[in-house]
């Protein structure tokens, strides 16, 4: 039964949300793109959702108290009893001005697994070198608002030995050579380049990016000007550049290395936590517990190409049980209609659009829409993301 101090779970309802202030975010792309002031500081993320480390509220309340309290009206029947009282994805809008970390995340087993053998040994949930932060794998997609570029898994080995080629750097030669002839060269040689042993040549591999100039290591170069003297710069050399126009995205599944590099994005993912890092960052960094659960198989980034059943619905389809992303294109004429019986957040990029009868959002502003909530329109004129539980839902 709903408790009877929290907000009624039957119609659309409007979130206040969390922007996290990490060091990579832009201190300017936020503001531009939702007509807001600047606040001096990066704005990286917009959260919008109901993690425990930043939930979204309805009129003061977490959403994931909302969610507890009721998960048959907020979640219905079918989430609920796949994923328990949980919300179970996260929302965000990406900002980034400067590289993230180099980092993959855990399959569940993984998670659970770590997740308990960190508790085990008594480490704080908000300690530093906690590196398992919950229990959950964090398959995640991101779309591209503005062009966004990153890398993405590891590049077939004689493209990566071409790209180390570029370097014109002699002493790279014993990696050139494993990652032309040797099976399983790209463990080989991403373990060597993050050793300690490997720092003389890591050194000499930043300097020649930073010197260069050739567009094929531009990337590269950028990232040794982001971070000088990180291990993570001459290691990202062997993952694939991806960039992405608006509208298209990238799907990251477990153990797949990668950090995203600039631009906008709206990301959706399983809602969790768990980051395993290697380098480019000022956080924690576990490169054993990430060489235990990264993925060194090669291949192309998996961009998730939008289905369009519905005229100005654009609908993303990753392969993962808890998520799925609909785009939005409003003209002010057709409203479109949503699904019923499914927990789903409505964000607002541009324009002016009404969720139901009475709640409107502006650029940056978001709903919730629980379960319960019956038959729901969504109109006006603009760009809309809608969040939904996927693959057991339209």
């Known amino acids: 039964m709903p408790h009877p101090d929290l907000p009624p779970t039957t119609a659309p309802m409007r979130l206040a949300t969390t922007i996290r202030p990490y060091d990579w975010g832009s201190v300017t792309a936020l503001p531009e793109l939702f007509g807001t002031e600047p606040t001096g500081r990066p704005q990286a993320e917009l959260w919008m959702g109901a993690h425990p480390g930043a939930p979204s509220t309805v009129a003061g309340t977490p959403l994931n108290d909302l969610i507890t309290h009721d998960p048959a009206t907020t979640l219905g029947e079918q989430t609920a009893t796949r994923f328990g009282p949980v919300l179970p994805y996260l929302l965000k809008v990406l900002a980034i001005a400067r590289p993230l970390s180099l980092q993959v995340h855990p399959t569940t087993a993984q998670a659970e697994a770590g997740f308990a053998d960190e508790n085990a040994r008594g480490i704080p949930l908000d300690a530093f070198t906690r590196t398992y932060k919950d229990a959950s794998h964090k398959p995640e997609m991101v779309c591209a608002v503005t062009p966004f570029h990153g890398l993405c898994g590891f590049r077939d080995p004689d493209d990566a030995a071409n790209l180390l080629d570029h370097l014109a750097l002699a002493d790279l030669e014993p990696w050139i050579q494993t990652l032309r002839t040797e099976d399983d060269a790209v463990r080989t040689v991403f373990t060597d380049m993050l050793d300690d042993a490997g720092a003389p040549l890591r050194a000499q591999a930043e300097q020649a ?38 509208g298209q995205a990238l799907y990251l599944g477990a153990g797949v290395p990668h950090a995203y590099l600039g631009g906008i994005g709206v990301e959706i993912m399983a809602n969790s936590d768990n980051v395993l890092r290697c380098g480019l960052t000022t956080k924690h960094v576990d490169v054993p517990e990430l060489m235990r659960v990264v993925d060194f198989t090669p291949g192309e980034p998996f961009l998730v190409e939008p289905a369009q059943d519905t005229p100005g619905v654009y609908d993303y389809r990753p392969p993962a049980p808890e998520f799925a992303l609909s785009r939005h294109e409003l003209t002010g004429e057709t409203p479109h209609d949503l699904p019923c019986g499914l927990p789903q957040i409505v964000l607002c990029l541009d324009g002016e659009l009404r969720v139901g009868d009475n709640l409107v959002l502006r650029p940056g502003q978001s709903a919730f829409v629980p379960a319960a909530a019956g038959p729901v329109r969504l109109s006006g004129k603009g760009t809309a993301y809608r969040a939904r539980p996927g693959a057991f839902t339209k």
């Open 209 to 246: 990016l930073l010197t260069r100039d050739d567009d094929v290591l531009a990337p590269y170069a950028d990232i040794a000007r982001a971070y000088p003297g990180d291990p993570g710069i001459v290691a990202a050399l062997l993952l694939n550049h991806v960039t992405l126009q608006p």
